[in-house]
């Protein structure tokens, strides 16, 4: 039965609730429940009653005041991994009482209300997500800095994704030679015929001195849609950041529409925010539930020409609304001619967890299901809208 917990996992919560003394009947933690142990103890293993007394943690939701021994307080993880990691590891309720608790009792304010900390901070991707994750608990001039730390973000990964993702896009191999060195453009026969002075008889080998490479035409396209779908869960942050920066990449290049549409239980078009994506996702709304069917429905009622639209679930498939009308959703769509994308990932590591049951069903409806890289997206549409 659906959240009934397996012995197993009984035992688990048992000893995280009771602590590392319970380990002798309850045994070792796994993996992951380990992992939430430690970011349990970062948190309550600095109440200062509970030190006095020789007890690290504290009461969690639900926690017993027994059960944490031994150590002189938190680790020398940072708030930033500490966000992250609670982020990956606890439900959507949770990781709201965690951060409140570490914001309002334990006044760990680097992130969320601390202005001249955030002005100290480099800018980088973990920072990105830790603002997109807490922003809703940030006043007026603190959230003014967080978006200083988004801009900085997005604009690093606009300059670096923008040239690859159009390229990839907009252009096919022609015969004339680029001075662009691109390992995918690389022109071996026209290489090997411009260095074969070059060639060493004795040793049955030519001297690369001249490399050369393909430049790249625009290719005449007919108007496709790109509709870009993306599930708003704590988990698929990362995602859900390149998804805003590649459809700002991708938007009004020749012969494609883009739409890019958030979802959680509910469905938001933000189309009309993708050219401005530090916007945008200062309006995502991380966490809830998720209903991939609604946001597939929606998607199938954008739809213009079956034949010329490309619809991409980015998503990690833990599916919380109806399974089978999502499959038949999928299933139709396809039927009538539309790619569908199963995208476990977008993003720069394409290193996904998800639910493999629900996306082997879809692969079986017809969509492509797997995880890429912004760059690999673009050129997937790029062979597909140029067949």
């Known amino acids: 039965m659906t959240g009934v917990p397996t012995t197993d996992e009984g035992l688990e919560r048992w000893r995280l ?30 109440d200062p009653d509970l030190e006095r007394r020789g007890i690290r943690g504290g009461p969690a939701a639900g926690r017993a005041d027994t059960g944490r021994t031994g150590g002189a307080g938190p680790s020398q993880l940072t708030a930033v991994d500490w966000l992250d990691d609670i982020h990956r590891l606890f439900p959507k309720e949770t990781v709201e009482r965690l951060e409140r608790d570490a914001v309002e009792r334990y006044g760990i304010d680097e992130i969320v209300t601390d202005p001249d900390v955030l002005s ?59 001075r662009l060195p691109l390992a995918r453009d690389f022109d071996f026969q026209g290489t090997v015929r411009a260095n074969l002075a070059h060639y060493q008889p004795e040793q049955r080998r030519v001297l690369i001195e001249r490399p050369r ?28 950041i390149h998804s805003a920066v590649t459809a700002a990449c991708l938007w009004n290049l020749p012969g ?19 050219t401005d994506p530090v916007e945008l996702l200062m309006k995502v709304q991380l966490g809830g539930g998720t209903d991939i069917a609604r946001a597939v429905d929606y998607a199938a ?18 599916e919380g609304g109806d399974r089978y009308r999502l499959v038949r ?14 995208l476990a990932a977008l993003d720069e590591e394409a290193d996904p967890v998800y639910d493999r049951d629900l996306a082997g ?27």
């Open 120 to 178: 100290r901070v480099e800018p980088d991707a973990t920072l990105l997500r830790a603002v997109l994750r807490t922003k809703h608990l940030m006043n007026p001039e603190v959230l003014a800095m967080a978006r200083r730390i988004v801009e900085a973000v997005v604009r690093e990964l606009m300059d670096r994704l923008r040239p690859e993702l159009r390229r990839a896009f907009t252009g096919t191999r022609s015969r004339r030679p680029s």
């Open 213 to 240: 490479f393909h430049s790249r035409t625009r290719r005449h396209l007919e108007q496709w849609q790109l509709i870009l779908l993306v599930d708003q869960s704590g988990s698929m942050v990362g995602s859900v």
């Open 361 to 387: 069903r879809l692969a079986a409806a017809g969509a492509h299901v797997g995880a890429m890289t912004p760059g690999r997206l673009a050129e997937f549409v790029a062979e597909t809208v140029g067949r």
């Open 256 to 274: 494609l529409r883009t739409h890019l549409v958030a979802f959680d239980t509910s469905v938001v078009d933000l189309t009309s925010d993708v």
């Open 329 to 342: 959703t999928v299933r139709s769509l396809v039927d009538q001619g539309a790619t569908v994308l199963g």
């Open 301 to 318: 009622g954008l739809v213009d020409n079956p034949r010329r639209s490309i619809v991409a679930i980015v998503s990690d498939f833990y």
């Open 17 to 46: 609730v009771l602590g590392a003394p319970a380990e002798r009947a309850t045994g070792p933690l796994g993996p992951r429940a380990a992992a939430r142990d430690a970011a349990l103890d970062w948190l309550y293993g600095r």
